[in-house]
């Protein structure tokens, strides 16, 4: 096992020397990005975690368990599509991975039916979770339901507002939303509110965390619970073209689904990975939501990784049109990928992904969520560059039913 | 040598129990902390604990959160929070001065910048929430070369492995958090909070304070009983909450934060016949 003074976190290294599979390390660690950040009262509750991790991440009932609910429940393998009218427009061969046709939506759910499977294991009775757009709540109050737990949502009150129909859905779920009214009112401050409630319940509850941030060992767990999606993208491209894709594009806020679509393709040279972050109104002008792209490292909610911050050290508000993507940090194991030079991060405007959900609509009859729409944005640049006969494979991560008055808004509609 | 070590010696021939007020830099705006500090010396304070604000204080409690709100409205950082205990250290060169605040605005500084600013400003310790002992090289180490004490927290749950690892880090003195939960929260059991400080100081010799749940001069004195210091954050941070805001802190406040301070001291050097 490679050591953290034996990982070269300069740029241009051969991903043929590292070991993915052998990360994070034991602290917790990519590199220098990860570890576990948290308060002393916090420990005990990650420790306990990690532990069982450890234990049922490799325990065939727990495995088979999974297994079975993500294909009779969520409905997996989601489908692999290949985009002929926006193949033919945007002059490359367009591939979706369908995490939009999951239940609940997105892939949120993968994540969410591994941790409540967890948590049941661990006898915990009550589950927490933050959500900034609502995917992540919606599918955790979705399994806290089939499982009988009670669930509270921690919510940005800001967010409250902007995803009123999600936020009924969690209530008819039976979930608890709680609206948080400090800091910045978005998912931040969500994030902060679920720790302090874990802190203060801990005997009883488990946190579920919705992406691939948080201390370790959530951005390992997280990730192998979300990476079922790129070892069925690769069964299924290879199945059905023959070879693997030039490229893959997936939207990263947290990160959670570019992970997960990435991770089974970390050693294969020959594809080419990019992660479209959320630039807002462009990086140029402050207002976005890209810290790969235009933040630097630092520590917050329990990892090191890059932020968005002040030259104080104070985190910065977000802005982006997509609640989904609308995050100051980001999971460590996309730092460590930037710094080692395996994926490139860029940013994707506001006005880029909306073009880009239209084309998604117009073209192939598919609602994308703003989120993935990112993806798709940054696919078309991609594909005027690449041309004719290259496959490039987009992870479609959820449908955009729940972002259509956020459209309309934008477009001066009123519905 | 920080100024912590000679005062836990003193205070121990003394048989006495350090008290440790907690304030928010800048809270509610830049020109009180000084004078809040210098009034909660006046009230018999061994120690002070200056909160450094932070957009997200996750470990903090809702009363202490909204004072680091407080803060940041007015734009009040780590530089301007050094700032202040230089401006202390003019006249009060004697009382020990800890920082506790999260591990960003650090690194943004620099750690070794900050240490030896925060050494040059006269900053005795600094206590980082977000930083258990896992994570704590190098920055402990910038601090010990800087003669600052990193101080590290001890929850209810913490075992007696990490309690040894952690006695390995820290010096001056380390923090029991007596509860479960963020800052403010409620409830204390002093019968449990004995035992279990009986168990940290097997593995660890340094003088233990306790915080988080302590709110009068009643769990004060009952908390010194079986602790070296108390440590009193959310109370005295929800009185200074309770007046209005202006540009400069009233007489009436700082003469109630005195008198509070005055309260606890006399209740905790009640305690010294029954002390364990």
Known sequence: ?415 | MSRLTPLFARLKTENRTALIPYITAGDPAPAYTLDLMHALVAGGADVIELGVPFSDPMADGPVIALAHERALAHGVGLKDVLDIVRAFRKTDQRTPVVLMGYQNPIEAMGVNAFARHAAESGVDGVLTVDLPPEEAEPTAAAYRAAHIDPIFLIAPTTSPERVRLIAKLASGFVYYVSLKGVTGAQNLDIEALDARLAMIRTDCSLPVGVGFGIRNAETARAVSRVADAVIIGSTLVQLIADHPIQERPSSTLLAEVRDFIVGIRHALDESIPTKA
Not at chain 1, 54 to 72: A, M, Q, S, V
Not at chain 1, 332 to 361: N, Q
């Open chain 1, 1 to 415: 096992m490679q050591t953290k003074d034996t990982v070269p976190t300069t740029p241009a290294v051969e991903p043929s020397v590292i070991d993915f599979t052998q990360f994070p390390d034991e602290h917790g660690r990519f590199g220098e990005y990860g570890g576990k950040y948290v308060a002393e009262t916090l420990m005990g509750a990650i420790q306990e975690l990690q532990d069982a991790y450890e234990h049922y991440r490799t325990d065939p009932d727990f495995i088979r368990e999974f297994e079975t609910d993500l294909k009779d429940y969520v409905g997996r393998p989601s489908a692999m599509y290949r985009a002929a009218r926006m193949s033919d427009a945007y002059g490359a061969e367009i591939w979706f991975k369908r995490e939009d046709l999951n239940h609940t939506g997105a892939h949120k759910i993968n994540n969410a039916i591994g941790q409540a499977l967890l948590a049941k294991r661990l006898g915990k009775t009550r589950i927490i979770a933050e959500t900034g757009a609502g995917q992540h709540g919606v599918a955790t109050a979705t399994v806290a339901a089939r499982l009988g737990l009670e669930c509270v949502i921690y919510m940005g009150a800001e967010d409250v507002i902007r995803q009123q129909p999600n936020v009924y859905r969690m209530k008819l779920l039976g979930a608890t939303v709680v609206p948080v009214e400090s800091g910045t009112r978005t998912l931040k401050d969500a994030l902060n509110e679920a720790m302090r409630d874990w802190v203060t319940n801990v005997d009883n509850t488990f946190y579920i965390i919705g992406t691939v941030a948080g201390p370790h060992p959530y951005p390992q767990m997280v990730r192998d619970f979300q990476s079922v999606i790129g070892r069925e993208a690769k069964a299924q491209i290879l199945e059905k073209t023959g070879r693997l894709p030039d490229a893959i594009v997936a939207c990263v806020g947290g990160g959670s689904n570019a992970i997960g679509i990435f991770h089974d393709f970390l050693a294969d040279e020959s594809v080419a990975l990019y992660g479209a972050e959320a630039g807002g109104d462009g990086v140029e002008t402050g207002r976005h939501a890209a810290p790969l792209t235009a933040g630097r490292p630092g520590v917050l909610h329990g990892n090191r990784t890059y932020l968005m911050e002040d030259d104080n050290g104070q985190i910065m508000a977000t802005h982006s049109i997509s609640a989904g993507l609308d995050y100051p940090g980001v999971g460590p194991e996309h730092s460590w990928l930037k710094d080692i030079g395996r994926v490139t991060y860029d940013a994707i405007t506001d006005a880029e992904a909306m073009s880009a959900f239209h084309d998604v609509m117009r073209y192939e009859g598919i609602i994308p969520a703003l989120e993935s729409s990112h993806a798709v944005a940054y696919a078309r640049k991609l594909a005027a560059k690449y041309g004719e006969g290259k496959i490039i494979l987009v992870n479609l991560s959820g449908r955009g039913d729940k972002d259509i008055n956020t459209v309309a808004k934008m477009e001066g509609i009123t519905l």
